[in-house]
């Protein structure tokens, strides 16, 4: 079936890293541009990071700009996001989801259609 799965998750403390990662079944990702977004308890899902089916271009929010990294291994049909520095504000529920474009600004959630569950990421000391 098709799905997006998303390993990596879990506590780390402030200043810490972790690493995200989406992974795909059912379909290839190097189609499709790639995009995690996150959501904090009563909040609104906010855009984070995409990348682009050929892996050519990033574009990251400004908040973590600097300490995120996306990337892609499309023969692995796997992409990822590096989060280094955290910070207990990146506490979160992050999703990837894929989608047509990633463009030169903050990818928005209506712009990806396929979306994984969710993994949950927790900074605390």
């Known amino acids: 079936q098709l799905q997006l799965v998303e390993p990596g998750g879990g506590l780390v403390q402030p200043g810490g890293s972790l690493r995200l990662s989406c992974a795909a079944s059912?379909?290839?990702?190097?189609?499709?541009?790639i995009g995690w977004f996150r959501q904090a308890p009563g909040k609104e899902r906010e855009g984070v990071s995409c990348v682009s089916s050929s892996g050519g271009f990033a574009t990251y929010a400004d908040s973590v700009k600097g300490r995120f990294t996306i990337s892609r291994d499309n023969a692995k049909n796997t992409v990822y996001l590096q989060m280094n520095s955290l910070k207990p504000e990146d506490t979160a529920v992050y999703y990837c989801?894929?989608?047509?474009?990633?463009?030169?600004?903050?990818?928005?959630?209506?712009?990806?259609?396929?979306w994984g569950q969710g993994t949950q990421v927790t900074v605390s000391s």
């Open positions: 059912g379909f290839s990702l190097d189609y499709y541009a």
């Open positions: 989801a894929s989608g047509y474009y990633c463009l030169g600004y903050v990818p928005t959630a209506g712009e990806y259609s396929f």
